[in-house]
């Protein structure tokens, strides 16, 4: 019967048990990790702040815009003016925020990559 200790996990980039070992090299790429999540997760908020506050103007402009027309037809045509506009800037800043995402994964994978393939070679050293 196979016992659960002998049980051996695949030889893996991805290797999670480096994480689990705590010495100076798990301490520095959890350091790296988090600072690179941080920095990323700045990186994106800083984007949305931008976003909204371009945006803020225009949904006072377009408000205005609707409260000067002198028929409902114009006022729905304005607003489905804005609507489109709208959607299609949103549509691209989430574009936008999931490239910036997708950027952060790649970098974090890659330097992780890094370190495992790093710790690999010392432990054939040895």
Sequence with gaps: MVKRTDLQAPASPFDVRLLWDINGRSLELAEKTYRAWLDGTLRMQNEAMDFWRTNAGKNWA???????????????????????????????????????LGDLVKENVTMFEKVADESTAKGAKR
Excluded: D, N, P, R
């Design 62 to 100: 377009a408000a205005s815009e609707i409260a000067k027309c002198a028929t409902a037809a114009e006022a729905f045509e304005m607003q489905s003016k804005y609507a489109q506009e709208s959607f299609t800037e949103l549509l691209g800043e989430g574009q936008k925020v999931v490239e910036m």
